[in-house]
């Protein structure tokens, strides 16, 4: 499985900004899994951002982009995004996607987002 993330950028604070992730691999059937997008700022963890079900009919958020970031899928092109408003200097992190597959995560290569003024 191979998950590239795109969409980063440096913005200002109050603007915005959409990452994509697009997942592939041979036998990777990308409907089937629920999708995250994780981030990590400098000198601490990373952590969960935004998750979505398989299906996109659940989805959760920290608290601390709700309200302001809208996780969605396009299963048909194995494509998961992160619409991302309202950017703060506190969230400038390097944006991961991740996908459990059993006990194995997959993750991406990350993508910078860098908001200042």
């Known amino acids: 499985v191979q998950l590239v993330e795109s969409g980063g950028g440096s913005v200002q604070p109050g603007g915005s900004l959409r990452l994509s992730c697009v997942a592939s691999?041979?036998?990777?059937?990308?409907?089937?899994?629920?999708m995250n997008w994780y981030r990590q700022a400098p000198g601490k963890e990373r952590e969960l951002v935004a998750a979505?079900?398989?299906?996109?009919?659940?989805?959760r958020y920290a608290d601390s982009v709700k309200g302001r970031f809208t996780i969605s899928r396009d299963n048909a092109k194995n494509t998961v995004y992160l619409q991302m408003n309202s950017l703060t200097p506190e969230d400038t992190a390097v944006y991961y996607c991740?996908?459990?597959?059993?006990?194995?995560?997959?993750w991406g290569q990350g993508t910078q987002v860098t908001v200042s003024s």
């Open positions: 991740k996908c459990n597959i059993g006990a194995r995560g997959y």
């Open positions: 979505i079900s398989s299906s996109g009919g659940r989805i």
């Open positions: 691999g041979f036998t990777f059937i990308f409907s089937l899994y629920e």
